[in-house]
Every structure is written in structure tokens, then in C-alpha cells.
């Protein structure tokens, strides 16, 4: 066995059904005297019950997150905390949510209590990112680390079936790039593997029955664990086409991963032929790629670009800002691989099956 470096995440974690009754000893145990809820406009309903449950512990409700954290609603929800003197910040909702409780951390260095309610896994990492000008900026910081993760798969069963599926496989994407990651080690295999294995389980599940019960858990569980090896090791090819997709073309986060994936990982597999026995093998399927793009399509997740909002028109220029400043990757896609990574934007565009370059 070759040497590692493993960076275990700080967060302490709870996983449940019903576990969201603990929050208030929870918040205690951070001390949170006045702790601030954040919401999306659209989960405030769900957001009040967790703001009644914390009572005198809690001195509002902030429920203006939005995707990619603006600057301005950054801003605005760090003069609020302020406003309130809040002592901490309880994030309830998926990636967006915790994402603008991350920038009010790394302004303030307040402690985030995170309840996840989607698959993103952002409570499992110290990446932020901000949008400003519509360039989004990202970084790393400790300080906006959750410090306490409360999983109730019950809060999840309000997701919509399609971001379900789709929120599910951007979880699998991290736990995929994740095998072949630079800075892999066994711990974050082992994780990857077996996150990959209980949202391939779970999708069919929740597909089948909205609000199973197994599947909401085998889920969110997975969601922990792909999260996890997000917040461990570097992404590489996948996440940096995601990253201009979304950043540039303004296309929905869960779907541009859901359709890129297979393609993404098609280009690396002979670069990566461990990495692809292990997707394989926790997918239960003979090839990786084509298992990834097989459960996207079974479980009724997009799988063209073209049928998320991309236009034809925009791929040259997807594959011009993709190339440039490349992420580390097994297999090289800088600017002489341009017209590789035109094409892979071309078949993820149409969503045929992937093509091994
Ligand atoms: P999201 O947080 O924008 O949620 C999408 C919509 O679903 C929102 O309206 C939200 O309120 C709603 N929703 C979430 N859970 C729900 C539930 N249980 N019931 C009903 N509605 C629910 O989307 P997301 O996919 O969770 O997160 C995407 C964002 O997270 C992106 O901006 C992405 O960049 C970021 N992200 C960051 C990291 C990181 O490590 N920093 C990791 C993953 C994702």
C-alpha cells in the first residue's frame, strides 16, 4: 500500500429519522444562545417549524438564500446576523442554503449547525464559493466548516422526485472523481465506493415510491459519504465542465452534473482503469460510464444538455473556457485537447451513451 495523507472532516454528525428533535441540545452543545435560521424562499414553511423548535434559542429567520451565494445576498444576510447579534447559524436546506451560511462564516467565523435536505453534500466540505459579478469565486477556508450535521432523512422527502434523481447523481459525481482523485487513499475510496453503491440503490427506490423510507435514508446516507470525499480530495475533468457550464451558461446545478458524468468519466477511464473496476463494482454493473448515463435514464433524470438549457451555439465556447486553467485530471485536457473536450460537450449536448477517447 502506497503512503497517505487522509484529512478527516471536523463535523460531528447525526443520522436519523427524527434526529432534527436533537437540534436544540445540539445547538446548545456550540454553544448557540441566538442562533440564526437560513432558508430558501421556498423552504421558509419548513424553516419556521425549525426555528419554533429551537424557541428562545433561536432570533430569526433569514430566507433569501438563492443559488451560487450573490454577493449582495451575502452581504445582506451577514448585516443581519449581525443585526440580531446572532451567536450561530443554522443551515436548512441543500447546497445553497449552506452555501450562503458559509460566506456569513467566513465573514464573521460564526459556528453552522447544517440540516441538509437535498444530496449536494456542501455541509461536508470547507469549499465556499461566491458570486459577484457573475464570475462565481470559490476557496477554502476551516472557518466555514460545519461544526454539527444533522441527516434526518425525513426532511428530505419534500424534494421533488426530479432534483431527488438529480441531486442523488451530483453526489455520485463527487464520489467518482473521487476515485481517481491525485490525493485519493483507501479511506476516501472506501467511502466513495460505498456512497456510490447506496444512491444506486436508493434512486430506483425513490423512483418507485417517493417517500420510501429506505430509499430516503440509503440516500441521504450516501449523500454523507460522497460529500465527505468531496471535502477530502481534489475534483478533476467532471467538476471543472460543471463548473463552466453553470458558472457561464447559467445551467441548473444537479442537472449539468446529472448529464456530464458519464461522459466525463468515459474520457478518463483509460487513464483510470482502477477507478473504473471500483464505479463498476459499486454500481453492480460491468462498466462504469455506461452504468452512470443507465441509472440517470432509468430513474427519468435529463441526460442531453440540450434538454437543460444549453444552446448548440454556446459549445465552442464551453469547450474554449473549459480548457483553460484545466484542474488536474489522469488524462491531460488542456488546449491541445480542445477538440476532444468539443466533442464530449457534443455527445453530452445530444445525450447519446459515452465514447472511450
Ligand atoms: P439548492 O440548494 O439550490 O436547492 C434547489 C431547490 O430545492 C431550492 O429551491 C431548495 O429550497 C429546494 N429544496 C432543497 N431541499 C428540499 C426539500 N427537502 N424539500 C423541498 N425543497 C427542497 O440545490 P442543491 O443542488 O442542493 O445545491 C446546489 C448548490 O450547492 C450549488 O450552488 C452548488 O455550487 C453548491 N454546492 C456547493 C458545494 C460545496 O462544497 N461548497 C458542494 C455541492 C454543491
Not at 445547538?27 to 437560513?38: I, P, S, T
Not at 450516501?222 to 457550464?245: D, I
Not at 430513474?299 to 454556446?314: H, Q, R, S, T
Request: proline share 6%; charged share 15%.
Amino acid at each position: 500500500m502506497q503512503a497517505f495523507v487522509y484529512n478527516a472532516q471536523a463535523a460531528r454528525v447525526l443520522f436519523g429519522a427524527g434526529t432534527l428533535a436533537q437540534l436544540p441540545q445540539e445547538a446548545e452543545r456550540l454553544n448557540m444562545q441566538r442562533a440564526l435560521v437560513l432558508c430558501t424562499p421556498e423552504q421558509l414553511t419548513q424553516a419556521l417549524r425549525v426555528a419554533e423548535l429551537l424557541g428562545s434559542q433561536c432570533v430569526g429567520t433569514y430566507h433569501k438564500a438563492v443559488m451560487h451565494v450573490p454577493m449582495e445576498t451575502a452581504r445582506a444576510a451577514c448585516d443581519e446576523a449581525k443585526r440580531l447579534s446572532a451567536d450561530g447559524l443554522v443551515a436548512f436546506g441543500g447546497g445553497s442554503t449552506t452555501g450562503l451560511a458559509k460566506a456569513i462564516a467566513l465573514e464573521t467565523g460564526l459556528p453552522i449547525l447544517a440540516i441538509p435536505t437535498s444530496y449536494a453534500g456542501s455541509e461536508m466540505t470547507s469549499i465556499y464559493g461566491i458570486t459577484d459579478g457573475g464570475l462565481k469565486k470559490t476557496g477554502k477556508d476551516p472557518k466555514v466548516l460545519p461544526r454539527t450535521v444533522i441527516y434526518d432523512p425525513e426532511l428530505s422527502l419534500g424534494l421533488p422526485l426530479g432534483l431527488s434523481i438529480t441531486s442523488g447523481m451530483n453526489a455520485i459525481a463527487h464520489a467518482a472523481e473521487g476515485l481517481y482523485a491525485q490525493d485519493r487513499n483507501p479511506m476516501t475510496r472506501l467511502m466513495a465506493m460505498e456512497g456510490i453503491a447506496s444512491l444506486a440503490k436508493a434512486l430506483p427506490l425513490i423512483r418507485k415510491q417517493f417517500d420510501d423510507p429506505q430509499g430516503r435514508a440509503l440516500a441521504l446516507y450516501g449523500a454523507w459519504l460522497c460529500g465527505s470525499v468531496l471535502g477530502s480530495v481534489g475534483m478533476a475533468l467532471h467538476h471543472k465542465l460543471c463548473h463552466t457550464l453553470g458558472g457561464s451558461f447559467n445551467l441548473p446545478h444537479a442537472e449539468v452534473h446529472t448529464v456530464v458524468l458519464p461522459h466525463a468519466l468515459a474520457f478518463n477511464a483509460s487513464a483510470a482503469p482502477e477507478a473504473m473496476h471500483d464505479l463498476a463494482h459499486a454500481l453492480g454493473v460491468n462498466n462504469g460510464p455506461l452504468g452512470v448515463y443507465q441509472l440517470a435514464k432509468d430513474n427519468g433524470a435529463p441526460v442531453a444538455l440540450k434538454d437543460i438549457g444549453m444552446k448548440e451555439a454556446d459549445l465552442d465556447s464551453a469547450a474554449d473556457l473549459a480548457v483553460k486553467q484545466p484542474y488536474w485530471n489522469p488524462r491531460p485536457f488542456g488546449v491541445p485537447q480542445r477538440d476532444e473536450i468539443r466533442a464530449l460537450l457534443q455527445r453530452a449536448f445530444d445525450g447519446s451513451p459515452p465514447v472511450y477517447g
